[in-house]
């Protein structure tokens, strides 16, 4: 493995290095407690009753039968929450509508979906839960379900909700109901002359699955009700806050009464902001007194969270003989299931964020349909939006006969481009991720056999930055515990301390981070839009630079000189004026350490940072597959991806992104899908059906850390944890174009689409 | 109106421990060891054996603890996650995990620490092709395998015990 230092690293001590993740032991012995680890004296436990239709008017719910049972401690129902308002939260990589957010946790007139929570039980064992939520009996009034988004916006199809009209960016809305529950128009140019200028022009149709985040762990959510008010809440989430500010409006609490914990989170990807049992542990604790985990078990968490949007899309581009791009047209109507709330405005923002194309017209549409409520699921929207229209710039490639890289790079957004949202790029990495891929060894490779095929794609996300917090206390013996609100999915406490520590000029050993509870810690937005190590390391550097300062200030009033003659060098040690005999007078930062108890107390850094800053990220693969034209099942042989870091904190981590981010994309390229029948019941709700890439399906994932540091941030740090998932399918359907001539349009490209596109129809 | 279960005494051994412990007669293994036995290191992922987040060693053989009856236990040795180390001493596997970084939530360490240790035993030189193949049943969503297969290839390097 290459672990030779980086240019941008040599500049500095700590970042750049590989050291051991603080959190490690306890992930390697078993030590680590997650949500559904946590036990509790008294607990009881939860179960929830789920609907069996897409789409149904709930006419009664009776649940006597299943209250009567022996060890069954309460029985709830939406009717046991306070009404909830239609006050609009934010969720961080979102927002989310309050009485939509709790006709979500549990259905109040109507089941939307397959899976909606109908009721919710506590027994004191969880067999006994189970048992008792089969005798709940719940009357349904059978509707005629809407499941793909073309089908939901006519005006013809049943509608999901009553009032609901379709939104227009200028805040107007359709006179009629609707499932189409808003509208957006992002243009700039001129589209007429854009196609008038272009030699060719290519329209395609693409379709995209809903796919799942997939994380390994369910969901789970224990709550205690106390006497006296208050509610304790252990959650497995991306955002403690959020939960925090989600579950206290639905119980009708004060944030002040609400204290969240974030367990140990076995993955989320998006997927673990939105609140599903909080809620109803919070009730069911209420009602009882004792406190209450839920659990969710797998097919629950397919049938009821996540997913990401299934979509229909529209690309138009144009581009001159000598390949420059001239007009794009792109339409996208993406599922929001239940609810609305799909990732369409990021997707419309993304679709051709890679390139410098003057006229360009994006239309975006969010549709109810009776599946789940869509959740983030990494870079959310761009995927789905990428996909079709770098397929459809490789097929222009393809027919105007120019290698798909140097189309890219003739037409690449470079600094001071602007998107049609209006946003204008500073420094950014795109091109050079580009050059890494036209350098790299697989492109300049050959391909080994028939039927195989190679493929490249670009990939584009904003990253954001917002709110996070920090603290950090300098102990006696110079080790610094540094607290964190930031929950830790992928080795950010490492990546945070380490800037910590680079700021302080000592080891990342030497900081503990320690991620805590929302009394504990000011606020800090969620772990997700590839924003922690951005955000949350500018939190810590502005920590660390106040611990410098108090830190200076102690020595001068030790030396009992004026602080402004004392300074914090960058290699920790601590310098200040020559005493009266000429004698250079410094501290080491142990030596310091040490003093301060005695010499006036201990000190504590803090920070608090909001940034609306971001660091825009950019990524390029290289795919080979090999097509097996008898069984339609496609290998992926040879894997390469280029990532813009900025500066890769810890570049370990920063690969493990980029390799975790390609693998979830080959699995929605080629396997991952939503199989729903006409009624609208889910057919593959488990993981043998729902087919998740296994060690056997993948190759080795070659990285490429490029890093164009990143101005908007103390140390150039990019985000990393998205981006990598955009990608994978449209370099994959490059490749099996490449390797088939088959150009399919629509995912997962299974084997039963490329037979289907391959072999005669039976006659 | 009651269910009717009802409690049976399992007497087992877990990671080197004679241990006795009363199930519930429809407890999975997982469920007994998490929730009688206080042992949460082993996952629940799927419940249905298609993750491998449970997977712990019985009698010598790796297998999803969702799918066996705790009562089926009764004289067997159980080794888990919590059994891999020796004291603080970490395995040589665990240590692999962490130098590679070969987790990023953690949650399907387990299963993958207690699944490769089994395959070392039996092969103290895999091939990259048979370390996919053996670890097949074990889903990570998070690392896309790459760290996880070279952590293994340390370990083996390093002569795992
Ligand atoms: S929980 Fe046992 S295999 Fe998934
Ligand atoms: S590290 Fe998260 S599932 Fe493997």
Not at chain 1, 302 to 320: F, I
Not at chain 1, 555 to 584: F, H, L
Request: one cysteine or more.
């Amino acid at each position: 493995m290459v672990t030779a230092q980086s240019e941008v690293a040599s500049q500095y001590n700590v970042i750049g290095t590989r050291p051991i993740r603080h959190d490690g032991v306890d992930k390697v012995t078993g030590a680590a407690q997650y949500g559904a680890d946590l036990q509790l004296p008294g607990m009881l436990y939860g179960r929830v009753l789920r609907s069996p239709h897409a789409h149904a008017r709930i006419v009664s719910i009776d649940t006597s039968k299943a209250a009567a049972l022996e060890g069954v401690k309460s029985v709830i129902t939406n009717a046991d929450f306070p009404r909830a308002s239609d006050d609009v939260i934010d969720t961080g990589e979102g927002s989310a509508q309050l009485n939509w957010l709790l006709d979500n946790v549990i259905a109040s007139d109507k089941a939307l979906y397959k899976g909606h929570a109908i009721a919710a039980v506590a027994a004191v064992d969880h067999h006994i839960a189970e048992d008792a939520i089969e005798l709940i009996e719940v009357e349904y009034e059978l509707l005629p379900p809407v499941l793909d988004v073309r089908d939901a916006m006519l005006d013809t199809a049943p509608k999901l909700h009553d009032g609901l009209k379709t939104g227009e960016m200028d805040g107007s809305k359709s006179d009629g109901d609707s499932n189409t529950a808003s509208h957006l128009r992002f243009a700039k140019g001129d589209m007429e002359a854009g196609f008038a200028d272009a030699d060719v022009v290519i329209e395609r149709e693409f379709v995209t699955s809903m796919a799942h985040q997939g994380y390994i762990e369910p969901h789970n959510g224990t709550a205690y009700w106390r006497a006296d008010g208050t509610l304790d809440v252990w959650t497995s989430t991306q955002g403690s806050f959020v939960v925090r500010d989600s579950v206290a409006p639905l119980v009708q609490l004060s944030p002040s009464q609400v204290k969240v914990t974030p367990m140990e989170i076995g993955g989320g990807f998006g997927g673990k902001i939105p609140v599903y049992l909080e809620p109803l542990a919070a009730i069911l604790s209420r009602n009882t007194g004792r406190p209450v985990q839920l659990t969710m078990n797998r097919e629950e968490v397919l049938l009821a969270t996540g997913p990401t949007s299934g979509t229909y899309m529209r690309v138009k581009m144009g581009a001159k003989r000598d390949g420059t791009l001239t007009a794009g047209e792109v339409y996208l109507a993406f599922e929001a299931g239940a609810y609305p709330g799909s990732p369409v405005g990021a997707g419309a923002m993304c679709a051709l964020a890679p390139y410098d194309i003057p006229n360009q017209v994006i239309d975006g549409y969010d549709v109810v349909v009776n599946k789940p409520k869509t959740a983030a699921y990494r870079a959310p929207g761009a995927p789905q939006a990428e996909f079709a229209t770098e397929a459809v710039i490789n097929e222009l490639a393809e027919q105007l006969q120019i290698d798909p890289l140097e189309l890219r790079l003739q037409n690449a957004a470079v600094e001071g481009a602007s998107r049609a949202d209006g946003f204008t790029y500073g420094v950014i990495g795109n091109v050079e991720c580009m050059q890494a891929a036209q350098d790299s060894s697989h492109w300049n490779s050959e391909l080994a056999g028939p039927n195989q095929g190679r493929g490249v794609a670009q990939g584009f996300w904003f990253n954001i930055g917002f709110e996070s917090s920090a603290y950090a206390q300098v102990n006696g013996d110079g080790t610094v515990p540094l607290v964190l609100g930031s929950t830790d999915i992928g080795g950010t406490r490492a990546s945070i301390a380490m800037q910590l520590a680079e700021t302080l000029g000592i080891s990342a050993e030497e900081v503990r981070p320690h991620v805590v509870d929302t009394n504990s810690v000011g606020y800090t937005q969620v772990t997700g839009g590839s924003r922690t190590t951005f955000a949350g390391g500018w939190a810590a550097y502005e920590c660390a630079m106040d611990i410098r300062r108090q830190m200076a200030e102690r020595a001068a009033q030790i030396w009992e000189v004026d602080a402004a003659e004392v300074e914090y060098g960058d290699d920790a040690v601590i310098r200040g004026p020559a005493d009266d005999e000429g004698n250079e007078r410094s501290f080491g930062f142990k030596e310091l350490a040490g003093q301060l108890a005695a010499s006036g107390g201990h000190i504590v850094g803090r920070a608090d940072v909001n940034k609306t800053s971001s660091g825009p990220a950019f990524a390029t693969h290289i795919v080979d597959v090999e097509v097996d034209p008898d069984t339609g099942k496609v290998d992926v042989l040879r894997y390469t991806a280029v990532q813009d870091a900025g500066t890769a904190i810890h570049p370990a981590y920063v690969e493990g992104q980029m390799q975790g981010g390609a693998a979830q994309g080959i699995g929605m390229a080629l396997n991952e899908e939503y199989y729903y029948d006409e009624s609208g019941d889910l057919k593959n709700a488990s993981l043998l059906d729902y087919r998740m890439p296994t060690a056997l399906d993948l190759p080795m994932i070659e990285p490429i850390i490029v890093e164009v540091p990143n101005p908007g941030h103390p140390y150039g740090v990019r985000g990393v944890g998205e981006v990598p998932i955009i990608p994978p399918a449209p370099a994959i359907q490059a490749a099996i174009a490449d390797a088939v001539g088959l150009r399919m349009n629509e995912l997962p490209i299974s084997p039963r689409a490329i037979l289907e596109a391959t072999l005669p129809e039976e006659g | 109106m009651t269910t009717q279960t009802s409690h049976i005494v399992v007497n087992t051994t877990i990671n080197g421990e004679p241990t006795v412990f009363l199930a519930n007669e429809r407890d999975s293994l997982l469920e007994a060891l998490r929730d009688r036995i206080g042992l949460t290191g082993a996952k629940e992922g799927c419940n249905n054996g298609n993750c491998g987040a449970c997977c712990v060693n019985l009698d010598g053989r790796i297998v999803n603890s969702c799918l066996v009856m705790a009562a089926e236990v009764e004289g067997s040795e159980v080794r888990t996650v919590e059994g891999l180390a020796d004291g603080d001493q970490l395995s040589p596997l665990q240590n692999a995990f962490l130098e590679e970084a070969a987790l990023q939530c953690g949650i399907c360490t387990p299963g993958f620490l207690v699944a490769a240790e089994a395959l070392l035993e039996q092969n103290p030189d895999p091939s990259e092709h048979e370390i996919r193949y053996w670890l097949a049943g074990n889903l990570c969503r998070c690392t896309g395998y790459d760290k996880i297969i070279r952590a293994v290839q340390l370990a083996a390097g390093q002569g795992q015990d």
